[in-house]
């Protein structure tokens, strides 16, 4: 994988970006203004990273829209508990 000189996490396409945007979202609890929202396009090392600015990435707003999230979340929460016994 390329190392990029943002030191960010770098994607190889949109898609796992916002596969992974998704997926910060369902392990942390972001508060409304916090945490990653978006995915963009890197014109240094040419692949996706996440961004907390600009307007919520399509496909995150649906699934925060339709529950996926919430679900998923609460799933993670039991899996959480399951794990520390
Ligand atoms: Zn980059």
């Known amino acids: 994988m390329i190392k990029c000189i943002s030191h960010?996490?770098?994607y190889?396409?949109?898609e796992i970006a916002e596969d992974a945007l998704i997926d910060a979202r369902t392990?942390?609890?972001?508060?409304?203004?916090?945490g990653p929202v978006s995915v963009y396009h890197c014109e240094d090392c040419g692949q996706y990273h996440l961004t907390s600015r600009g307007p919520a990435n399509e496909k995150l707003a649906q699934s925060l829209a339709n529950g996926k999230i919430n679900r998923q979340k609460e799933a993670n929460r039991w899996l959480d508990k399951l794990k520390r016994k």
């Not at 392990?27 to 916090?34: G, K, N, R, T």
């Open 27 to 34: 392990h942390f609890d972001y508060a409304d203004q916090h």
């Open 8 to 10: 960010k996490r770098a």
């Open 12 to 14: 190889p396409t949109q």
